[in-house]
């Protein structure tokens, strides 16, 4: 595979914002292309498309998988990484966010960025003349949801047919992962308790995705209906950055909700557990199943950094 190859999946210059922007087929081929650049990693074959190319990494909250996997990907791929947490940038000062994206623009070749609301990744996308890729905001965190696949197709050799439970926080975690499931023609089941569900539009799309591939969503308020059957059973943090000030209140909310070993009793006797991390045990999940055999955790964290390498080398 060489850079004939990356120029023929044609997604260079595209922006990375959510999964609903690529088609089935395009994110199949991401996550192929992130299993060959892993077989390469582990073959220690040298492979530099990037060469000469830097990457852009905005954070404005905090991150241990995605800011290591972001630099070490790009290091891995020829190209170099630059951290610019928000009191490093301008922005923290008020710089106005279509100036940053102009300036950045004639510098780099490509932005990652973390931030709280949707609608600033938006505007920089929006002012950015170079690929701007979504590494979380409180809407979406399309980056994770595409190596937790490619993680899933690893484990199970295949994605369409099957069945994910996703327990908890209907939040950024929960969107993509109905989005991203849904176009790879896995049947999304959601559970949350009442005012955490996922957002209305997202639900939306999800369902009209699922009724173009063969895959489908059910968003209940019973974690045993959602995990019932499920060879994927993945679980996120109660409280999100940004919320932490609601840790108290979502503990009550959320207590029916844990992912122990009693409710994994009803997923299929081998069915695989993810969490994006970092996870907190004895919360949203218990020591007995993200500890168990079920668990494929730290292969899940280490697809970040391949997937990862797929979108920068598709995408730069
Ligand atoms: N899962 C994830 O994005 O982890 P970090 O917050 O550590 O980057
Ligand atoms: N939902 C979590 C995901 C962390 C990777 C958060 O936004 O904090």
Known sequence: MGAEHLEALGL????????????????????????????????????????GKTLGMIFEKSSTR???SFEVGMYQLGGHALFLSRNDLQIGRGEIISDTAGVLSRYLDGIMIRTFGHDILLELAEHASIPVINALTDHSHPCQALADYMTVLEHKGKLEGLKIAYIGDGNNMAHS???????????????????????????????????????????TGDAREAIEGADIVYTDVWASMGFEEEQKIREKAFAAYQVNEELARYAKPDYVFLHCLPAHRGEEVTAGVIDSKHSIIFDEAENRLHAQKAILAALL
Do not use: C, W
């Open 12 to 51: 260079k210059g595209r922006d990375f914002l959510g999964l609903a922007d690529y088609t089935p087929d395009e994110l199949r081929k991401l996550i192929d292309l992130g299993i060959e650049l892993k077989r390469k990693n582990k073959a220690n074959e040298v492979f530099h498309p990037l060469a």
């Open 66 to 68: 995605t800011r290591v």
């Open 177 to 219: 992962l109905m989005i991203g499931g849904a176009k790879l023609g896995l049947h999304v089941a959601v559970a949350s308790p009442e005012g955490y569900t996922p957002a209305e539009g997202v639900q939306a799309d999800t369902r009209a995705i699922a009724a173009q591939t063969g895959g489908s969503l059910l968003v």
